[in-house]
């Protein structure tokens, strides 16, 4: 079959779902999924509606069937799915159960190759069970690592005769990659339903799979872990704290210059109160990009002031962080070097030596260890721990977009509230 584009409605609120539907099949998207998220939040209605507002497209329930495939597979088809969604690692017989319940409503299985049941040999056995087609699925929090290959829908697309979708990542650029494998079903979501011209989007996504050439994606890429300091000059800190769950700031810490951002690996050091030796002689073992992080116990006298930051512009750090004192901020300021601390004071210390410099220290609330990654802005100081920075970098990039989308629709004249349909997500009294 020629490749088709479904567009995967992963939302949690029916009616952003059902706007993005409309918008895409006005450009002649007619693959439309009602994804986990979607039927999870707002029930099998979504799949019923879908099917009386879009009656000549296909209609895709994403339900993620494990067990009681006979049950779950009637639910979806009698909603008016014509495509029902199992899991790959499922047993066979519910997946039988599943394909007799198609054949019974005249619909589709597609079985979902997800994590275990990724592999060729299970692509052959579910393929032997009467499905329809099969799925290689690149799972949302995989694709936050950067990680986004082709290699196994290729395998898959050579050792099996059904259709083969691929999801997970795909925007104009990358798409041209999975068409090339072989993906005859090309799911697409965040492409489409983050950008805040639905339109353009999807012409581009056409554009790219008729001519096989890339076309350069409104939307961010998936970044590997070179590429995440330029993420971090673009979101904001809480867009990061966001995408941490709502974690990683760094209480009691504020900007001392404004209209400044920082991002960069973290240079520790743990001093004495009011002794500059140590701060003094981490400038020297920081790299261009570092941010120096110093543990000065919350209090004063100043442990940095206008010479040591004058060394930091001369060698490109990415600024300073002081859960401690500084001072000559006027002068900090001119140079606008992006310095954060818990207090301001003219009061100097001395170099005493005491402390040391790259172990983990206790910033206010947080524990940073040498090489986590910091990031400060107008809103205060995150702190991002290293093992996880591409994972961050990616879904802080994912909150960002998904803002943008919702400020759009702020801007066409609905509410926040109305938007994200808050009174349906208090809970209950």
């Not at 750090?317 to 002081?322: C, L, N, S």
């Amino acid at each position: 079959m020629e490749p088709v584009i479904q567009l995967a409605l992963d939302f949690v609120d029916f009616p952003r779902a059902l706007k993005v539907a409309r918008e895409a099949y006005e450009c002649g998207i007619r693959w439309i999924e009602a994804g986990t998220p979607l039927i999870k939040s707002c029930g099998i209605e979504s799949v019923r509606i879908l099917r009386k507002e879009f009656p000549d497209a296909k209609i895709i329930a994403d339900m993620k069937v494990m067990d009681t495939g006979r049950v779950e597979a009637e639910i979806g088809f009698k909603a008016g799915a014509d495509i029902v969604v199992v899991m790959g690692n499922s047993s066979d017989q519910t997946i039988k159960e599943a394909v007799e319940a198609a054949e019974n409503y005249g619909g589709e299985i597609m079985v979902d190759l997800m994590e275990e049941s990724a592999n060729i040999k299970r692509a052959k056995e579910v393929e032997k069970l009467g499905i329809n087609y099969i799925g290689v699925h690149i799972p949302i929090d995989e694709q936050m690592t950067g990680n986004i290959s082709f290699s196994f829908l290729k395998e898959v697309v050579k050792n099996v005769k059904v259709p083969v979708a691929i999801a997970g990542g795909l925007n104009s650029e990358n798409i041209v990659d999975a068409v090339k494998a072989g993906a005859s079903i090309l799911i697409v979501g965040g492409a489409i339903t983050k950008s805040e011209n639905v339109k353009e989007a999807v012409e581009n996504l056409k554009k790219a799979i008729k001519t096989k050439v890339p076309v350069p994606t409104v939307l961010y890429k998936r970044v590997k872990e070179k590429e995440v300091r330029k993420v971090f000059e673009i979101v904001s800190t809480a867009n990061i704290s966001d995408a941490l769950h709502r974690k990683g700031w760094i209480s009691g810490i504020l900007p001392v210059v404004e209209n400044v951002k920082m991002a960069g690996p973290a240079i520790t050091v743990r001093t004495y109160p009011g002794d500059w030796a140590k701060p003094v002689e981490a400038v020297d073992i920081a790299k261009e990009g570092d941010v120096i992080v110093i543990d000065a116990g919350g209090v004063g006298p100043a442990v940095w002031g206008e010479l040591a930051t004058n060394s930091c512009v001369i060698k490109k750090v990415a600024g300073v962080v002081i859960y401690g004192a500084i001072r000559d901020i006027e002068e900090i300021r001119k140079m606008k070097f992006p310095a954060f601390a818990k207090l301001i004071t003219p009061q100097a210390g001395e170099p005493k030596g005491f402390g040391e410099i790259n172990i983990p220290v206790r910033i206010g609330n947080q524990i940073v260890n040498p090489g986590d990654w910091i990031v400060g802005d107008s809103d205060g100081v995150v702190v991002i721990p290293k093992d996880k920075v591409v994972e961050i970098a990616n879904r802080s990039m994912d909150v960002f977009e998904k803002e943008n989308r919702i400020r759009k629709e702020i801007k066409e004249g609905r509410t926040l509230s109305d938007i994200t349909e808050i009174l349906k997500w208090e809970k209950p009294k």
